[in-house]
């Protein structure tokens, strides 16, 4: 069993920086990515970021790139979503799941990740 934890949520200024953590215990394996979903009220869950467990590949969705950076200590087994230039379109739930890669896996879809975190709240204020 796997369980995610997600911290570092909070209320920030349009253009202000925040940093996420999900905190995995249980039996995360190297073959396991870790993404960022997030979900606003009234929309759709959708792809943030994700990056592999041990090659340190990673994924962006077009609306984050340049501004977010998603990165991993695997001693502490946390993934980092470091996200700047905050604006009042990232507000939503953010999200930390935890899907085994396979043969046609895509980081992208919400289907291919088995575990979840409970979510953490970001407001940003413009």
């Known amino acids: 069993q796997v369980q995610l934890v997600e911290s570092g949520g909070g209320l920030v200024q349009a253009g202000g920086s925040l940093r996420l953590s999900c905190a995995a215990s249980?039996?995360?394996?190297?073959?396991?990515?870790m993404g960022w979903f997030r979900q606003a009220p009234g929309k759709e869950r959708e792809f943030v970021a994700a990056?592999?467990?041990?090659?340190?590949?990673?994924s962006y969705a077009g609306s984050v790139k340049g501004r977010f950076t998603i990165s991993r200590d695997n001693a502490k087994n946390t993934v980092y979503l470091q996200m700047n230039s905050l604006d009042a379109e990232d507000t939503a739930v953010y999200y930390c799941?935890?899907?085994?890669?396979?043969?046609?896996?895509?980081?992208?879809?919400?289907?291919?990740?088995?575990?979840w975190g409970q979510g953490t709240q970001v407001t940003v204020s413009s």
């Open positions: 799941a935890a899907g085994l890669i396979s043969t046609g896996w895509t980081y992208g879809n919400s289907k291919n990740y088995d575990y």
């Open positions: 249980g039996r995360i394996f190297v073959g396991y990515a």
């Open positions: 990056i592999t467990w041990s090659a340190s590949s990673t």
